[in-house]
C-alpha cells in the first residue's frame, strides 16, 4: 500500500467529472488499499477517487466511531441503519436510488483542510453500486454515513462541499485560502466548539 498526496482547493482536477468504473482488476484493488491507507493517515470518514488525481467514479468510506485511543470501534454510537453497513465500504460507480427527509452537519473536506460548514443533506438515502468484483450492491442508510456518500459523491461531479453553502460563505472561504493558505492542524475555521456524533449539527472530515 501506498499513500497517495490528496489534492486541495484550488487544484483544477477537483472541478472536474470522473468516468465510469468498467475494470474491476488489480488496478482498482490497489486503487483501493492506496486511498484507504491515504484516507487513514489524514484521519478521514470518506475519500474519492478524484481527490487523489483519478478521475474514476470511486469511494472509499469508514465512519465508525473509534475509541479515545483509535482502537476500538464503538458501534453504540452509531444508528442502527449504519451498523448494517459493512465498512470499509468501496463503491463504484455510486449511484442515489432515493432518499428521505434532510438533516444538517458541519461539514469539512480533506481537499479544503481546517474549514468546516453547515451542509444540508438527505437524511435517509439508498444507494447502489458495484463492489471491487463489479458485483452490483444496494443498501439504505442514515447518520453520519449518508451524509458521508452523498458528500464523497459530489467529488465525483467536480463538486466540494463549500460549492453547496452559501455564496458568501463560499466566497469568504475561497479568498482566505487564496491569501492566507490554509490553517495550521490545530486550527479550524466555523467550528464548533463541541459536538456529538449524533447531534444534528457535526463535524467530519470527509
Aim: glycine content about 8%; hydrophobic content about 35%.
Amino acid at each position: 500500500m501506498a499513500r497517495l498526496k490528496i489534492l486541495t482547493y484550488p487544484d483544477p482536477r477537483l472541478k472536474e467529472v470522473s468516468q465510469k468504473v468498467a475494470d474491476f482488476g488489480p488496478r482498482l484493488n490497489k486503487l483501493a488499499e492506496d486511498m484507504l491507507e491515504t484516507m487513514y493517515d489524514a484521519h478521514g470518514i470518506g475519500l474519492a477517487a478524484p481527490q487523489v488525481g483519478v478521475l474514476d467514479c470511486f469511494l472509499v468510506i469508514d465512519t465508525r466511531p473509534r475509541d479515545e485511543k483509535g482502537r476500538r470501534y464503538n458501534y453504540d454510537e452509531m444508528t442502527e441503519m449504519e451498523q448494517q453497513v459493512s465498512q470499509p465500504l468501496f463503491i463504484a460507480n455510486p449511484r442515489v436510488i432515493g432518499g428521505e427527509g434532510q438533516q444538517t452537519f458541519d461539514e469539512g473536506c480533506l481537499s479544503v483542510p481546517g474549514f468546516f460548514e453547515t451542509v444540508q443533506r438527505f437524511n435517509v438515502v439508498e444507494i447502489e453500486g458495484e463492489d471491487l468484483k463489479g458485483q452490483t450492491f444496494r443498501f439504505k442508510t442514515d447518520g453520519l454515513l449518508a451524509v458521508c456518500i452523498q458528500h464523497e459523491m459530489d467529488h465525483l461531479e467536480g463538486k466540494l462541499f463549500i460549492d453547496r453553502i452559501s455564496f458568501l460563505k463560499s466566497s469568504r472561504i475561497k479568498s482566505q485560502i487564496k491569501k492566507s493558505g490554509y490553517p495550521k492542524k490545530e486550527e479550524t475555521i466555523d467550528a464548533p466548539s463541541a459536538s456529538t456524533r449524533k447531534s444534528k449539527s457535526e463535524k467530519s472530515k470527509q
